[in-house]
């Protein structure tokens, strides 16, 4: 459970299945919440500016603007206008991407498994009602997809760090439509070969208790630690460490 | 000159100065020259399928497809629907990038520096009689821009490792709009801070002479050693070496 969510209620809250899509509306300042039920399972992210969906989360301006291909806590995800649309608050995983394109049916074709479920029309569905089209879904953020990059600039796709009820939280700097998929990616490692469930839940923006310091010593460790993990592998052979077994934070109820 | 190209007369040619942006239709197979006219200069490079500008060169996709954020020599470049746009033919440098969005006018400020000319601002006017508007100005191709990854997965812009005369050469694949601008980036190493002027030609699609093999010894094992240069830094103050000092090729002519 987060440590700055525990005691609120969420606004919104959805359950979503592998290959499904969920779009969610946020004022500025609320909080979104993305995190894994079951564990190693990639959440493909979209944001659009409410009433000007031709404003929209842009991984290539963040990445620019951050001199970063790395999303961390504090760090500004920026729209295709360079503006502020989102912080990360928190993140337990320290693991995500910002390189791949979404899975779409002619990753699938390609894979020999035409008809195949993917982020890319997931994200379509649930963008629908705004007016959003498949050309227009933007290159996402895959929260706890795990890209390890090799020293010619190949890019190996791995299990995911993230394990049961691991999350990020993001607040809205705008007001904005965030979409989420869950990655129904089932013949490569992208979801350690076994799509799960996620969680996203919008939160108020509200005062929020601090968040702990001192007394959550491990829990902070492990994050520092996640955070600092090599994002260049450097010998193909070597696999980041694991970082935790579990998470024992209870299952949060969803609608 | 390009070894392919070194016989034939481009059927469009143009001269593009540090802050401008041209746009040149190419027909299927035809081929497309972007060269270093001075030396160390950035290539933002875009591209839409002509009549159906919803379709137009992604670099998540092409990243993605080919497990690479490394352009190289046989690669297909793919677009947004993940359909083959682009072959690159030929490659005298063998580091670019497809990480870094266009510079804009937000950055500038950022710096410091309103006003500044940007390959966003230069690609938008480029593009302006197809209907192309700002907010449409997809992730670049940074052709010579050389970016290293350092292991957290940081950024760091370094001067190019291109030198005058060198290029990349790009077979399209379906009929395009292609448009480039010169990077006018001159308050970082983008364009080893002195930004100058680039070529662009299109070729037809001719009966091509064989690229030479053994008797280009010399150019040939210059051009692996690039393409192997290690795109990923491990050590912040080791720099890659210089790859050659010259080219002594002919300037081609230009309008």
Redesign the interface.
């Known amino acids: 459970m987060s440590d700055l969510l525990s005691e609120k209620t969420p606004i919104r809250a959805r359950h979503i299945r592998p290959g499904e899509g969920q779009a969610v509306e946020m004022k500025t300042g609320q909080l979104l919440q993305i995190q894994t039920l079951q564990g190693k399972q990639v959440a493909d992210f979209v944001a659009f500016t409410q009433g000007d969906t031709?404003?929209f989360l842009?991984?290539?301006?963040t990445?620019?603007?951050n001199?970063?291909?790395?999303p961390r806590p504090g760090m500004t995800l920026y729209s295709?206008?360079?503006?502020p649309m989102f912080e990360i608050v928190e993140d337990t995983v320290g693991r995500h991407d910002m390189?791949?394109?979404c899975c779409?049916p002619?990753?699938y074709e390609?894979l020999g498994a035409p008809g195949h479920a993917s982020c890319r029309v997931a994200l379509t569905e649930a963008l629908t009602g705004y007016g959003i089209d498949y050309?227009?879904i933007p290159?996402p953020i895959n929260w706890f997809m795990n890209v390890a990059?090799?020293?010619?600039?190949?890019?190996?796709?791995r299990e995911p760090l993230a394990e049961k009820d691991d999350y990020v939280v993001l607040r809205a700097l705008k007001d904005v439509i965030a979409a989420v998929s869950a990655c129904p990616q089932d013949l490569v490692p992208t979801n350690g070969s076994n799509p799960t469930d996620l969680a996203v839940r919008v939160y108020r923006d509200e005062p929020l208790p601090s968040p702990p310091e001192k007394e959550d010593g491990q829990a902070s460790a492990e994050r520092a630690g996640a955070a600092?993990a090599?994002?260049?592998a450097?010998n193909r052979t070597a696999r980041p460490a694991r970082l935790r077994d579990t998470a024992e934070a209870t299952v949060y109820r969803v609608e």
Do not use: K, W
């Open positions: 031709d404003e842009s991984t290539s301006v990445r620019a603007t001199s970063s291909i790395v295709n206008r360079r503006q390189l791949y394109a779409d002619v990753r390609m050309d227009r290159p990059i090799l020293q010619r600039g190949e890019l190996e796709i600092a090599p994002v260049v450097i």
